[in-house]
């Protein structure tokens, strides 16, 4: 049997441990190159960006999130004083559905850029 002390213990590890992976994915990166200047960074990286567009160029693709549907279901009754109702109801309604447009290659894309950084001897850490 673990001790009350030992609990509360465990449970501010648990939501200390939590907080820090909480954080950690908030973290931010950089490129860096031991030798290497930020304007050869910016060129190289530029050098990069357009290769990989011709590898993998800009490939837009719709979908379509949820299908049009008739909402028909809004009706409201009142109670009168005497004891009798009366209801209504409203015309139905037409809900379109929803559409999203998103870049096929971008993945990809920036994963051949980061593959061509690599090669060229940069490294991804985290900024400071």
Known sequence: MVAPASKIFLKR????????LALSAC???EWVHPTKSLEQFGREKFACEER????YPVTPVTT???G?????DFRRCRRHFDGFG???A???IYVPPTYSTRDLNETPRNQAVESCLFSKGYQLVPAK
């Open 13 to 20: 590890a648990g939501v200390l441990w939590l907080s820090l």
């Open 27 to 29: 973290q931010r990166y």
């Open 52 to 55: 990989a567009s011709r590898l």
């Open 64 to 66: 379509v999130q949820g």
């Open 68 to 72: 049009g549907y008739i909402y028909d």
């Open 86 to 88: 009366m209801c209504y």
């Open 90 to 92: 409203q015309p139905p």
